[in-house]
Nanobody, 122 residues
Framework: VQLQASGGGLVQPGGSLRLSCAAS??????VGWFRQAPGKEREYVGA??????YYTDSVRGRFTISRDNAKNTVYLNMNNLKPEDTAVYYC????????????????????WGQGTQVTVSS
């Protein structure tokens, strides 16, 4: 069972990045994305529940989640990045079929990727 997050890096404000979450031995029916900035608590970014996608207000309209079922991979496409988006980004999955209202709760998830650093700076 493994989730592998990748694709982070350094980008200028207004730039774009695509993060990948590759799953092995774990379901991608529900995948959540979270981030944690230094000195702050882990924050919900968004989630995909089969074909339904959910986003926190601060990223809605800038971030989109997509999936490639053939590759068992979920993507977080990030556009118009801002310095406040700087954080370590994590993907997470679960064996269950949680309802949408609990997707922002980190406790909903059974498996976590190792995190990938995103730095937005000029």
């Amino acid at each position: 069972v493994q989730l592998q997050a990748s694709g982070g890096g350094l980008v200028q404000p207004g730039g774009s990045l695509r993060l990948s979450c590759a799953a092995s031995g774990v379901s991608t029916y529900v995948v959540g994305w979270f981030r944690q900035a230094p000195g702050k608590e882990r924050e919900y970014v968004g989630a995909i529940r089969w074909t339904m996608k959910y986003y926190t207000d601060s990223v809605r309209g800038r971030f989109t989640i997509s999936r490639d079922n053939a590759k068992n991979t979920v993507y977080l496409n990030m556009n118009n990045l801002k310095p406040e988006d700087t954080a370590v980004y994590y993907c997470a999955s679960t064996d269950g079929r949680p309802i949408s209202s609990v997707l922002p709760d980190p406790g909903t998830y059974d498996y976590w990727g190792q995190g990938t650093q995103v730095t937005v700076s000029s």
